[in-house]
């Protein structure tokens, strides 16, 4: 399988605005952002999507959503915030490493497009 853009990310081989980081994951602002908050927090596992976890993932998938909050709250958007995973290219997702969009700083509407 080749080397995803976000692998590079992790690896520094290409650049990115970094918002935070442990042994287990990593968080950096989309290129193209959607909201005034718009930071992507991806596991350092290379798991394609989120059907690809596997039941040995469930500590990595609940960390990733404890630091996710986290990170909302950090970045002054801790009341209102959401959280998107797009699963396979039919909703949407380009970069074939699991990653969780999260949004704030706008109104934010539903359904989602
Ligand atoms: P997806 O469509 O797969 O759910 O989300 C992929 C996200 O990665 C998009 O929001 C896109 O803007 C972002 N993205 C694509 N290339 C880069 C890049 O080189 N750097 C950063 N920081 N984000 C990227």
Redesign the pocket.
């Known amino acids: 399988m080749s080397e995803t ?1 976000f692998i590079k ?1 992790i690896n520094r081989e ?1 650049p ?2 970094i918002v935070y980081e442990d042994d287990d994951c990593l968080c ?5 952002p ?1 909201a005034p908050l718009h930071v ?1 927090l991806i596991p350092k596992k290379p798991i394609q999507k989120v059907m690809d976890a596997a039941v040995e993932d469930q500590a990595l998938l609940g960390h990733l959503m404890l630091k996710a909050s986290e990170i909302a709250r950090q970045e002054g958007h801790g009341d209102a915030f959401r959280l998107v995973i ?1 699963n396979g290219a039919g909703a ?4 074939f490493h699991l ?1 969780i ?1 999260i949004l704030g700083g706008r109104p934010l509407s539903w359904p989602p497009g």
């Not at 950096?28 to 193209?32: C, K, L, V």
């Open positions: 853009l990310i290409i990115a605005d950096f602002r989309d290129i193209n959607q992507l797009n949407g997702q380009t970069v990653h969009h």
